[in-house]
């Protein structure tokens, strides 16, 4: 997997408040549900990148 890059975006906040319910509904991180928004918006998102990489 190529190195993942940072990218500091401003949301509106109620934006932000949507995201964190449905990760919180999904029981997934915050990245995870970008980067299938952006997947399902035709962003080239490689499939293993849409992963919880949180150690368990």
């Known amino acids: 997997m190529d190195k993942d890059e940072h990218l500091q975006i401003q949301i509106p ?31 080239i998102v490689p499939p293993d990148a849409i992963r919880d990489r949180r150690k368990r």
């Open 13 to 43: 906040s109620e934006t932000k408040f949507d995201l964190g319910l449905k990760a919180l509904h999904a029981h997934e991180p915050l990245r995870m549900i970008v980067l299938r928004a952006l997947d399902a918006y035709g962003v």
